[in-house]
């Protein structure tokens, strides 16, 4: 009984390995466009949160952000969508590369 139970939990440790392998050879895999449009989306989250803590409020545009606490990212290679509902609310931010852009 004991073997069995040693097989069983032997197997399912086999099984985690192989499941945690196959999730890091995706992300891995991952494009690097995708990579970099995260990158940017969490370097404006991040201005926004700073800004929120430092002020009391979100800003209301992207370009406060990059004018106040130096947001900077490519902006030929991106667009960032930034919809500020009220100041205290997160705003909404989507970040697209310009070249995947369904027109």
């Not at 390995?17 to 995706?26: E, K, P, R, W, Y």
């Not at 940017?40 to 979100?58: F, I």
């Not at 209301?60 to 490519?74: F, G, I, R």
């Given at each position: 009984m004991r073997r069995i139970r040693k097989e069983i939990a032997a197997g399912v440790v086999f099984v985690a390995?192989?499941?945690?392998?196959?999730?890091?050879?995706?992300t891995i895999t991952n494009s690097s466009?995708?990579?970099?449009i995260n990158l940017?989306?969490?370097?404006?989250?991040?201005?926004?949160?700073?800004?929120?803590?430092?002020?009391?409020?979100?800003p209301?545009?992207?370009?406060?952000?990059?004018?106040?606490?130096?947001?900077?990212?490519?902006q030929e290679r991106f667009v960032v969508e930034y919809d500020a509902f009220a100041?205290?609310?997160?705003?909404?931010?989507n970040v697209l590369e310009r070249g995947n852009i369904d027109e």
């Open positions: 390995l192989i499941v945690g392998f196959l999730a890091m050879v995706g466009g995708e990579q970099e940017v989306q969490d370097a404006v989250r991040n201005a926004a949160l700073t800004c929120y803590a430092a002020e009391g409020s979100y209301e545009s992207l370009e406060y952000l990059q004018e106040h606490y130096h947001l900077a990212y490519n100041s205290n609310l997160m705003p909404t931010i």
